[in-house]
């Protein structure tokens, strides 16, 4: 099951940042599409971890 989770959370991530812009492009764009996407990628993969590192820590206090 965690090895399901992990794949299906790879390819959904790597298939959000690789696919296409839907808008036309832009000469003048500051920022590309892709760098903005990983931005937020990022950034949810933080939240995730540090959400999962309370848990653990959580866990630890009460099992101690």
Same mark, same amino acid.
């Given at each position: 099951?965690? =090895? *399901?989770? =992990?794949? @299906? #959370? &790879?390819?959904?991530?790597? @298939?959000?940042? #690789? /696919?296409?812009?839907?808008? #036309? +492009?832009?000469? &003048?764009? $500051?920022? +590309?599409?892709? !760098?903005? @996407? %990983? *931005?937020?990628?990022? !950034? &949810?993969? *933080?939240? %995730?971890?540090? !959400?999962?590192?309370?848990?653990? /820590? @959580? *866990? $630890?206090? &009460? %099992?101690?």
């Amino acid at each position: 099951l965690a =090895f *399901l989770a =992990f794949e @299906r #959370t &790879l390819v959904i991530g790597f @298939r959000f940042l #690789t /696919r296409a812009s839907t808008s #036309t +492009p832009n000469e &003048l764009e $500051y920022s +590309p599409a892709f !760098g903005r @996407r %990983a *931005l937020v990628l990022g !950034g &949810l993969g *933080l939240i %995730a971890a540090g !959400g999962g590192a309370a848990v653990l /820590r @959580r *866990l $630890y206090q &009460l %099992a101690s």
